[in-house]
């Protein structure tokens, strides 16, 4: 099944294929622009070391190298990070279709009551549907209370 931009995704909306790392990206940029990764490592104020690993895929786009890559090129911050947390995501979730854990219910309490309703399945896959009366217990808390 493919997506609306022409990717290849599975049922679940998953991405069938690895997101690209940041340092893909960044490397085309560099490619593209003709530009030295020296100059980009000076002009950014990090050590040529910390941009070889991100460009080789070997270290993540942390929020402070995000913020310094979007004024740089003059994206968004959340660009960078997106691109970050869907890569780390994709690896996540191949690692845990390994992993033998089931899915957690949560039992009856004293009462007789489920704390927390828990969800149902949908006949989709990795839909989950909330039940339409989950109530959590809500405490009202007086602000003279609250200061003593």
Same mark, same amino acid.
């Given at each position: 099944?493919?997506?609306?931009?022409?990717?290849?995704?599975?049922?679940?909306?998953?991405?069938?294929? #690895? +997101?690209?790392?940041?340092?893909?990206?960044? %490397?085309?940029? /560099?490619?593209? &622009? @003709?530009?030295?990764?020296?100059? *980009?490592?000076?002009?950014?104020?990090?050590?040529?070391?910390?941009?070889?690993?991100?460009?080789?895929?070997? #270290? +993540?786009?942390?929020?402070?190298?995000?913020? %310094?890559?979007? /004024?740089?090129? &003059? @994206?968004?911050?959340?660009?960078? *990070?997106?691109?970050?947390?869907?890569?780390?995501?994709?690896?996540?979730?191949?690692?845990?279709?390994?992993?033998?854990?089931?899915?957690?219910?949560?039992?009856?309490?004293?009462?007789?009551?489920?704390?927390?309703?828990?969800?149902?399945?949908?006949?989709?896959?990795?839909?989950?549907?909330?039940?339409?009366?989950?109530?959590?217990?809500?405490?009202?808390?007086?602000?003279?209370?609250?200061?003593?």
């Amino acid at each position: 099944m493919e997506d609306y931009h022409g990717r290849w995704v599975c049922v679940t909306g998953r991405p069938a294929v #690895r +997101p690209a790392h940041p340092g893909r990206i960044l %490397r085309g940029i /560099l490619q593209e &622009g @003709n530009i030295a990764l020296a100059a *980009l490592a000076r002009h950014l104020r990090v050590s040529r070391q910390t941009l070889y690993a991100i460009v080789n895929e070997e #270290r +993540p786009v942390s929020a402070d190298m995000a913020a %310094r890559l979007s /004024l740089a090129f &003059g @994206n968004s911050t959340r660009f960078w *990070l997106n691109l970050q947390a869907n890569h780390d995501a994709w690896g996540a979730d191949q690692a845990a279709k390994k992993m033998k854990i089931g899915r957690f219910e949560l039992k009856e309490g004293r009462t007789g009551k489920a704390l927390v309703e828990p969800m149902r399945r949908s006949p989709l896959r990795d839909t989950v549907i909330k039940p339409s009366r989950a109530r959590l217990p809500v405490r009202k808390v007086c602000l003279s209370d609250a200061n003593q």
